[in-house]
């Protein structure tokens, strides 16, 4: 009780310190009067005293009237080394309230106030006589109670005590004059030092600190802490002090107590119950100050002043900051959007999308009635993130508790199960068969097992596996059926059969669609009846492979161009055609002999350097007879060559003649050009658009699109591919397809992007040719996986509407030798039909 | 079928279902009363066969021979028993009745011989009785006679080279049957001419020599097909350019060409001693077909057609005079369409524009109904009306591969013969459109197989079929084997 006996005695100090701490001693000081004071102690210790006799123990029923007597008396009640807390605080804080009474009009309200809260706590459940029961048998219990031991002491000596420590009070002294140290008032006593050898040291007497008067815990003796009070209603006590001693209930009157209390007592409305104390405590000025402040929706505190002047610390004149208070930097966060916020709105726009979180949402009505043994409608459905644990196996035969014999282990494999280590294992118990399931005996290894399971469980990290629930068809697009989009190639009709196994690298249609002429490997330039497969014409050059074959569009002439090795031969079936055509397709080509007397005739472009090389050769007499018209001797070997529509151009590809590979030869003035000064890449093909007078190049990856008018670079077309193979341009002029060697097929769509349109990857090797049919929505690609490919290609007049791409049928047919299928495919003018040469050796017709 | 089971009888075994069946027939000679007849599910084409001969009392008792029929069930010809019908078709459905329609039997072909000749038979003609005619693209026409046909190596009777060595693509005769000396035959060549033959007659033992009496100019294009007309005296031919040329050929030979002659070179500052010397060159040089364009013989008095009848667009794949109307020629084309045309006029009668695609390849038409049939590139027969414009194809007969030939019966009105690409002789039935009655092919010999891979000229020898005749007994095929196949084949 040492501790708060200090605290007591220490808090007039303290209070005088801070006054607005302890709203009972506050205000109560400015008015003490010391005598008058003392005179009441006095005269309430004796009333207390004829108030122990009545009631035993616990009648402290006016010392309740302070929070400190609670505790005081409780105290008191059990502890014998201190006798007079009561006393001791009774006179430091039922002065102040006294002197409350007497402002509030009355010097013997103690009683009332006693029976008041004996009223109160009649109310709450304990009467009187409940409680004398009660301490009636406490103190038949316990012989030494507290109050026997009260009793001992005398008035005198309570006082001479409380006096005897008010006399020492350190307080007024520490904090304000500074007087730390007492050293050289040679207080305390010198002893010798421990640590330094014939040093000595100042020791004090201790004295007792005075912590607690300001503690909010001094008002409030009872240490039940923020409860309902309610919970003690049953019980005799209210509630603990710091030692752990009850407190008891104070007695309280009846409702007439009460209600006298009120009528008699003037400041009983000015009061107000505690309910930790379970007493009517008188508020104070200050309090009521508050009250009154807030019913008027003041500020409560009578000392805050709203209208302080204003004091200017870094403003005002003299005052500006010119530096920053800081020196760091200032910080990105200032001015960098947030990524974190980014992150957490991005994560809720993403559930929305998801539809996890759905905006707005009308809550679920919850149904009013529902099964509640139902398992269909759960209560609780999981929610988004819940995972469930995955399942165990289910038990198999072998864990039964009577396994069929096979799965009883034998004694060597009981043995050799013991042996192995326990990682080892295959199973991880011995199967036994058990005759009755009560024969089982407990399983040893349950809780390890369990155990084990729920590290699993704990440790394991899972993942939830979004199950893309999407059905498939609803993925491709919707297409019309191939069957609605008749007539196209189906089955090969007619097989054009070259003698042996010569390879046919070229296949070309005449334009009237009657003739087909192929190139193969063994030099002949072959052509066909394209209705029955007849061989009717051929011209043997005698140089090497064919390398392609091509009819001039121009339908007024019989003309086509094959190239070999170095020369690049323009031919026509004179005898095959009508007189008037043959009359002019020879008229067209020779034209330009008939202008020179030489002939062999150099390029007409000579001011392109490097074109000398080129000469139109006139062939020998008998091979112009069988319709060899023109020689063009061109550097290394063309590739490909690549009618104008008007049939008087042509550009040919020979990629490994550097920068003379594209070259545009003109029949009727003899006259080659090499378009390119400079080789945009190794060309692979070229193409003249169909209606404009421009020019494709397609490189390796590239197609470039030139201006011949203007000599300007119009568009590049990047295709995305490894190696361009072949090349089409559609009849109108906007839409091309390049076909590559890595086995994919670009769709360009010109007017949209210098990118595909779409690529399209199907066949399983490199693709060969690729084909638009001049007047039919149909495209073809072959490759050399030995199919060909037919699509259905819907270009629509609008520009906002993309092609309509379908693909119809494979044909199968062509067999793939030394890794080379189709070579060359070409359309039958006006029919739905198909040209297609192999390397097998065979020309197909495909038909519808 | 020991026991011949009696017409009507009721079933006899427990085992024995029956069915019922209605018989009909189109023919009004061998219509039998209409019943349903209940039939024991077991019986087959030889039992029914013998029900309607019954019926219809052709039994040798009555002194007449009995006629086999075939039946056909919902257009397929019945094959197996009833039964296995029923449970292919109506899933063991053994209560409706089931429609039976019966036709006089056409018995299989039978191949009585074959012709080999040099190059692909590009043309086949049975007009004369006992003669074949045949054009190839060895550029040359020969009249084979039939009989001659079953031994081991046939000797044409004559063998009409065309004057340039680009191929026949067609033949025909021209004189009526009827007229036995000086007979008229043309063929039509890759060289855009229509060369008329007189050979003085048809007997082994006739002296002067044949030779090419007239050239007919005119085509743009090489020459697809030509008729003859009845008369003998007129001649339609069609080309690859889309045209029909009419042209009459004078009673009395002229003296004098219609037109110059189409230039043999083109080459400028060529003159004739350079064509001398190249045709001099050529005699020495033998036969082969493409080295040279060149003119090899003489040829006839060149002529320009009568008339010229316009509007297929395309190749015109086939020609045939109307078998009921002699001033009416019909001709279907690569265009898909199906033209008929009024000669004297030159007027277009008749238009049926197909599918564009469905090109046809030959066309003929059966004399009875005036039924066109074409075969086509798109691997079909189709039949045509004529007359109503009701539908345009009445029938369309699924095939294998393209059909360049095509005959009707001569007097039948439902039967036809074809050949296709795929080197198959098919008879068909238009009552039993499904599948062909006859599928016949030349039997190949290995070892002729063997030795012939390339013809002469250097072409590979394939299987296809692209010419091929029927004149009711006797059906010959050709093609690119460079073999004329020949049958006996009867269908009524």
Redesign the interface.
């Known amino acids: 009780m040492a501790p708060r006996n200090a605290a007591a005695s220490s808090s007039k100090p303290s209070a005088s310190a801070r006054p607005a701490t302890n709203g009972h001693a506050g205000p109560s000081r400015a008015t003490t009067a010391p005598s008058k004071t003392k005179k009441r102690a006095v005269e309430e210790v004796s009333v207390e005293e004829d108030d122990e006799d009545e009631f035993g123990a616990g009648g402290s029923g006016i010392d309740m009237s302070d929070d400190e007597e609670m505790g005081s008396v409780d105290g008191a009640d059990e502890d014998d080394e201190d006798a007079f807390p009561e006393f001791d605080s009774e006179i430091e804080d039922q002065g102040p309230e006294g002197d409350d009474e007497d402002e509030g009009d009355s010097t013997d309200e103690e009683y009332e106030e006693d029976n008041d809260e004996e009223d109160s706590g009649s109310e709450s459940g304990y009467n009187s006589s409940d409680i004398d029961a009660m301490y009636e048998s406490s103190n038949t219990s316990a012989p030494t109670s507290p109050s026997s031991s009260h009793k001992n002491l005398t008035t005198d000596e309570k006082l001479s005590k409380l006096i005897a420590k008010n006399s020492i009070k350190p307080n007024e002294a520490i904090g304000t004059d500074a007087k730390i140290s007492k050293a050289k008032e040679g207080e305390g006593r010198m002893v010798k030092s421990k640590l330094v050898d014939g040093g000595y040291k100042r020791e004090y007497e201790d004295y007792e600190a005075g912590y607690g008067s300001e503690s909010s815990t001094e008002d409030n003796p009872n240490t039940v802490g923020n409860i309902p009070m309610e919970w003690y209603d049953d019980l005799p006590h209210i509630g603990y002090d710091v030692n752990g001693r009850k407190i008891f209930r104070p007695a309280q009157g009846d409702e007439l107590d009460k209600f006298l209390a009120n009528v008699e007592d003037p400041g009983a409305w000015t009061s107000a119950e505690d309910k930790m104390l379970q007493q009517q405590v008188q508020l104070t000025d200050k309090e009521l100050d508050i009250i009154r402040r807030l019913e008027r929706a003041e500020i409560p505190d009578a000392d805050y002043d709203p209208y302080q002047p204003t004091v200017e610390w870094f403003t005002g004149e003299g005052n500006e900051r010119v530096m920053p208070l800081s020196a760091a930097p200032e910080p990105k966060s200032r001015f960098v959007p947030s990524k974190w916020e980014h992150k957490k709105i991005m994560k809720i726009v993403k559930a929305i999308r998801e539809g996890r979180i759905t905006p707005n949402k009308p809550s679920a009505a919850k149904p009013k009635v529902y099964a509640i043994w139902s398992d269909a409608d759960q209560a609780n459905a999981p929610h988004a993130m819940y995972m469930p644990a995955p399942q165990l196996p289910p038990p198999k035969t072998i864990e039964s508790y009577n396994p069929p014999e096979e799965y009883v282990p034998t004694e060597e494999e009981k043995a050799e199960w013991e042996a192995t280590d326990k990682e080892d294992r295959k199973t991880e118990f011995l199967p036994a068969k058990y005759d009755a399931l009560r024969l089982v005996p407990g399983y040893k290894n349950l809780v390890q097992e369990k155990f084990e399971r729920c590290l699993d469980l704990y440790l394991a990290p899972r993942t939830r596996r979004v199950k893309l629930n999407i059905d498939p068809e609803s993925l491709i697009p919707k297409l019309p059926a191939p069957k609605e989009l008749k007539p196209f190639p189906i089955a090969c009709s007619v097989q054009y059969r070259h003698p042996g196994d010569t390879r046919v690298r070229a296949v070309s249609t005449s334009p009237d669609g009657q003739w087909v002429a192929s190139g193969s490997e063994d030099g002949v330039v072959r052509l066909w009846d394209l209705g029955n497969g007849r061989e009717v014409w051929r011209w043997d050059l005698h140089s090497g492979p064919i390398q392609f074959v091509e009819w001039s569009p121009y339908k007024e002439e019989s003309l086509l161009v094959a190239l070999v090795e170095g020369k690049v031969a323009v031919l026509s079936p004179l005898a095959l055609v009508a007189p008037n055509v043959a009359a002019a397709t020879l008229t067209h080509v020779n034209t330009a002999f008939a202008s020179s007397a030489a002939t062999t005739k150099i390029g007409a472009g000579k001011d392109v350097k490097g074109v000398e090389a080129i000469k139109w050769v006139r062939p020998a007499e008998r091979e112009r007879e069988r319709g060899v018209l023109v020689y063009v001797e061109v550097p290394g070997t063309p590739k490909q060559v690549s009618w104008h529509r008007k049939g008087d151009y042509f550009a040919t590809v020979a990629t490994d003649a550097s920068n003379k590979s594209v070259l545009i030869h003109q029949l009727s003035r003899h006259a080659t050009q090499s378009p390119f000064r400079k080789t945009p890449g190794q060309v692979q093909r070229v193409a003249f658009h169909p209606s404009k007078p421009h020019f494709f190049a397609a490189t390796q990856r590239y197609i470039r699109l030139y201006d011949l008018a203007g000599q300007k670079l119009l568009k590049t077309l990047q295709s995305g591919v490894k190696w361009i193979s072949s090349l089409d341009v559609h009849a109108g002029g906007d839409n091309l397809i390049v076909g590559s060697y890595d086995k994919k097929l670009a769709w360009f769509d010109m007017d949209l992007s210098t990118k595909p349109y779409k690529t399209l990857r199907y066949h399983n090797r490199a693709l060969r040719s690729v084909a638009y049919h001049p007047t039919l929505p149909l495209f073809a690609s072959s490759s050399d996986d030995g199919t060909i490919h037919i699509f259905h290609c819907t270009i629509y007049s609008d520009l906002m509407q993309n092609p309509l791409i379908v693909p119809l049928k494979i044909l199968r047919g062509h067999k793939v030798t030394d890794g080379l299928g189709v070579l060359d495919i070409r359309w039958v003018p006006g029919k739905p039909w198909l040209v297609s040469s192999g390397a097998d050796g065979e020309v197909r017709l495909w038909c519808s | 079928m020991s026991d011949q089971p009696m017409p009507l009888a009721s079933s006899s075994s427990a085992a024995s279902r029956q069915l019922p069946i209605n018989l009909f027939t189109r023919s009004a000679t061998d219509a039998i009363p209409q019943s349903t007849y209940f039939i024991p599910a077991s019986w087959r084409r030889f039992q029914l066969s013998e029900l309607i001969n019954k019926v219809l009392s052709n039994t040798p008792e009555n002194g007449k021979k009995p006629v086999p029929f075939d039946f056909l069930v919902n257009g397929e010809v019945l094959r197996g028993s009833l039964d296995s019908w029923v449970k292919k078709n109506r899933g063991n459905d053994e209560e409706s009745q089931i429609d039976v329609e019966y036709v006089r039997s056409v018995m299989p072909p039978e191949e009585v011989g074959r012709v080999e000749v040099e190059d692909?038979v590009?043309g086949l003609s049975l007009g004369r009785k006992g003669y074949v005619l045949l054009s190839s693209?060895l550029s040359h026409v020969q009249v084979l006679p039939l009989s001659s046909a079953s031994t081991s190596s046939p000797d044409a009777l004559y063998t009409l080279p065309l004057p340039?060595s680009?191929?026949a693509t067609s033949c025909t005769w021209i004189s009526p049957q009827s007229q036995t000396e000086d007979i008229l035959l043309a063929a039509g060549g890759?060289?855009?001419q229509v060369h008329v033959f007189t050979i003085p007659s048809l007997s082994p033992d006739s002296i002067s020599p044949p030779r090419e009496l007239y050239s007919l100019h005119g085509h743009?294009?090489?020459i697809s097909s030509i008729i003859g007309s009845s008369t003998g005296r007129e001649l339609i031919s069609a080309s690859?350019?889309g045209n029909l040329n009419f042209y009459v050929l004078p009673n009395e030979e002229p003296t004098e060409h219609q037109i110059a002659a189409?230039?043999m070179?083109?080459?400028?500052g060529q003159g004739n001693k350079?064509r001398r010397k190249?045709e001099k060159d050529n005699e020495k040089l033998p036969i082969e077909g493409?080295t040279?364009?060149?003119s090899t013989g003489v040829g006839g008095w060149r002529r320009v057609p009568d008339g010229v009848l316009r509007g297929h667009?395309?190749?015109v794949g086939g020609l045939v005079w109307d078998k009921l109307d002699s001033g009416k020629v019909w001709s279907a084309g690569?265009d898909g369409s199906v033209r008929g045309w009024e000669v004297e006029t030159g007027a277009a009668g008749v238009l049926r524009q197909g599918?564009?695609?469905k090109?046809a390849?030959c066309v003929d038409q059966f004399q009875a109904n005036g039924t066109l049939a074409t075969g086509n590139?798109?691997?079909t027969i189709c039949l045509w009306d004529t007359r109503q414009a009701t539908s345009l194809i009445s029938l369309t007969l699924p095939t294998s591969?393209?059909i360049?030939s095509i005959t009707c019966h001569p007097t039948s009105s439902y039967t036809l013969a074809s050949a296709s690409?795929s080197g198959v002789v098919q008879i068909w039935d238009i009552r039993s459109p499904k599948n062909a009655l006859f599928s016949v092919s030349k039997a190949q010999s290995k070892a002729a197989e063997e030795t012939r891979k390339?013809t002469k000229n250097?072409?590979?020898l394939?299987e296809?079929l692209?010419a091929m005749d029927w004149d009711g007994e006797v059906l010959v095929a050709g093609g690119?084997d460079g073999e004329v196949g020949i049958w006996r084949a009867r269908g009524e």
């Open positions: 692909w590009s693209y340039t680009l191929g890759i060289d855009r743009t294009a090489p690859w350019d189409e230039p070179s083109y080459l400028p350079k190249l493409l040279d364009g060149d667009q395309g190749r690569w599918p564009a695609d090109a390849l590139m798109d691997r591969s393209p360049p690409y390339v250097g072409k590979v394939g296809r692209l690119e």
